[in-house]
């Protein structure tokens, strides 16, 4: 550890995801575990502008690895996103001592890292978001947990569904990518996966309705991301052109809620410690994540221009055995 780095903070931004508080534990037990202060920053980059900050020492995050949400809360901050309100962060850092940040987030907190990494404060982004739609890491905290909430809530309206012999379209989160949509769709059986990263038709699905009929199948389910959205619509024209019975489910938010799985869990106790690890070598605008279940890291600029490739594949076997 550099001499003048014996303080770090840490903090959540963009929405929330099951396994962040673990991250938030992993972090301010490494940091404390390696002799620094560690400061928690509530509701994301405004508590750095406001000055909401709190010295967290062991027992600060006793009992929360199993909690949904994020202990430090979280909120979009404008003035944050302006040169004036960069400056204004990093000047309240160094105000207190700290010389780096870990921010657990998506995207768009990585590049409120990277500002402020440039300002002066080393930064340490873990991909903390349930669309895990973070090219850099093959898997980002929260969205093991958000599938296995999707599925428990499609399992539960496919008792009704088949009830009633109906078709239930199902949305799901996922508003730039298909990949809870994807997951979720093949371990609950849908008969139709739609996202925005393969091509659809209405009638594509109306299709592969009436040939799951003419096998003798009487009851569908097909899964909406979030980004493609109509859902009410197509429930509609599926009747319309089925006579199926169809309703249309909106999951929405509770996705992003309840208890991690033990994979998102364990993830964030990884990437919440190697961030700390990197900070206490004066390593800064870093990106840390998972790959071939090592744990990684990247310059911040370059994990924000990576595109991450969508399984095409695991579609079309989702699509094949979907009859």
Request: hydrophobic letters at 40%.
């Amino acid at each position: 550890m550099s001499q003048t780095q014996k303080s770090i903070a840490v903090l959540t931004s963009g929405g929330d995801a099951p396994g962040m508080n673990a991250a938030v534990r992993a972090v301010v037990r490494a940091g404390i575990n390696k002799g620094m202060k560690v400061y928690g920053v509530y509701r994301g980059y405004n508590g750095l502008l406001n000055g909401d900050v709190e010295e967290m020492n062991l027992r600060s995050v006793s009992d929360i690895i199993g909690n949904g949400g994020t202990m430090l809360y979280t909120a979009r901050s404008e003035e944050y996103a302006t040169p004036a309100g960069i400056q204004r962060a990093a000047d309240f850092c160094r105000s207190i001592g700290v010389s780096g940040v870990v921010v657990i987030g998506g995207d768009g907190s990585f590049r409120g890292a990277r500002c402020l990494t440039n300002a002066g404060i080393n930064c340490i982004g873990v991909p903390g978001t349930i669309d895990n739609d973070i090219a850099c890491s093959e898997y980002t905290v929260g969205f093991d947990t958000a599938m296995n909430t999707a599925i428990q809530m499609v399992d539960r309206i496919r008792d009704t569904a088949q009830s009633h012999d109906r078709c239930s379209v199902v949305e799901v989160m996922g508003r730039n990518a298909g990949y809870i949509a994807l997951n979720a769709g093949i371990a609950c059986g849908a008969t139709y996966i739609i996202t925005k990263e393969e091509p659809f038709t209405v009638n594509d699905v109306i299709a592969k309705i009436i040939e799951g009929q003419k096998s003798g199948k009487h009851h569908f389910i097909v899964i909406v991301a979030e980004g493609i959205g109509g859902s009410e619509q197509l429930a509609k024209e599926i009747e319309q052109a089925t006579g199926v019975e169809s309703r249309a489910t909106i999951l929405g938010h509770v996705q992003r809620g309840g208890s991690p799985t033990v994979q998102d869990r364990v993830a964030a106790s990884q990437l919440g410690y190697y961030a700390v690890d990197l900070l206490s070598k004066g390593i800064g605008n870093r990106v840390v994540g998972l790959q071939h279940n090592e744990v990684v890291d990247y310059d911040i600029q370059e994990a924000l221009k990576m595109k991450k490739e969508f399984p095409h594949d695991l579609y079309k076997i989702a699509n094949e055995i979907s009859f």
